[in-house]
């Protein structure tokens, strides 16, 4: 049961993640049948400011001892929180942090927080996810981390991690859900006005650009392929136009773009589906035809594979038209 919620904030804090912390656990819903709880936000020292990120200021009530006894710690992120800015990070904060788990506090991070649970070693050996900008770099950093980019949140019991932004919100429901019950989840999500459940595997929609080659040949077919993708490409023809034969290209090609030709081709398909379904109202029998899939079965299935939800899904959450 969480009843004691500690949110820990740093300098430079991400402003609309600490509002998820406050809108979540910090407003009095009880009308709403939501229990009360005791919501502390914390810093590294009480009463001394902290900068938000645009701008303005945040006076922390509590110090690190506000962390301890919390059922919940939240890590809020710091905008200078992703990268190697965080070898400067306090060892109090870190040692407070590995103190609250240990007596038992399941840990929250929003976005880029899981790197100061990383720099505190409670994501060592655990699934996690961050911000998909930011996977790579926390990857790096912290090998030991099993980093999941392409979900929204990950739940690993006494450690929960989260995506950018509103998947922040995504957690923090969850928990409220795991935690204390569907009944109260679905009140909160009420008055916030969000979807009362996402699955935390859905996959979050990350931008996949052509990657740079380092072969002027490939990046010459490559261009080709994204201009022509409503036309059949077999290796073969490919081969050809790069002037090679089909066996060298696609060694040559799974070396230049970490992928095979038809994987690459069907991500970069899908790429061009997903900006359709966003930017105009064709039917999803013609994105498919214009993006190069046989049919709009066809063009379902590999949207929901790579992208975690369907393209009616997709449209009715970011169509512009």
């Known amino acids: 049961m969480i009843r004691t919620v500690a949110a820990l904030v740093l300098d430079d804090v991400a402003t609309f993640e600490l509002g998820i912390a406050c ?14 709880f005791d919501f502390r936000i914390c810093g590294p020292e009480a009463g001394v400011p902290l ?30 929180g992703s990268g190697e800015e965080l070898t400067d990070l306090d060892p109090e904060i870190l040692h407070a942090l590995r103190a609250a788990h ?15 649970l990383a720099a505190a070693g409670l994501l060592d050996g655990r699934p996690c996810t961050t911000h998909w900008r930011h996977a790579a770099t926390l990857r790096e950093m912290y090998p030991v981390a099993k980093v999941d980019e392409d979900v929204l949140f990950v739940d690993d019991g006494s450690v929960v991690t989260s995506a950018g932004t509103a998947a922040g919100i995504d957690a923090a429901l969850h928990l409220v859900r795991r935690e204390i019950g569907s009944d109260v989840a679905n009140a909160i999500a009420r008055r916030m006005v969000v979807p009362p459940q996402r699955d935390g595997g859905q996959r979050q929609f990350i931008e996949r650009p ?102 009616g899904e997709y449209r009715r959450t970011f169509a512009t038209v």
């Open 51 to 80: 900068r938000l990120s645009v701008g303005s200021s945040v006076v922390p009530e509590r110090g690190l001892d506000g962390l301890h006894g919390a059922d919940l710690v939240i890590v809020v992120p710091s905008w200078r």
């Open 210 to 311: 052509v990657p740079t080659c380092s072969d002027d040949v490939f990046a010459e077919v490559l261009d080709w392929m994204v201009e022509h993708l409503d036309e059949q490409q077999p290796v073969a023809r490919l081969a050809e136009l790069a002037g090679m034969s089909p066996r060298t290209f696609a060694r040559r090609f799974s070396a230049e773009t970490g992928t095979t030709p038809v994987q690459w081709l069907v991500q970069q398909r899908i790429f061009a589906a997903r900006t359709l379904l966003e930017s105009t109202s064709l039917d999803v029998d013609h994105v498919a035809h214009r993006c190069g899939f046989s049919s709009a079965t066809l063009l379902r299935h590999h949207f929901r594979r790579l992208v975690g939800v369907t393209p």
């Open 23 to 36: 809108e979540v656990f910090g407003i009095d819903r009880t009308e709403d049948g939501v229990p009360p």
């Open 102 to 116: 240990a007596d038992g506090a399941i840990m929250l991070s929003l976005c880029s927080g899981a790197f100061i």
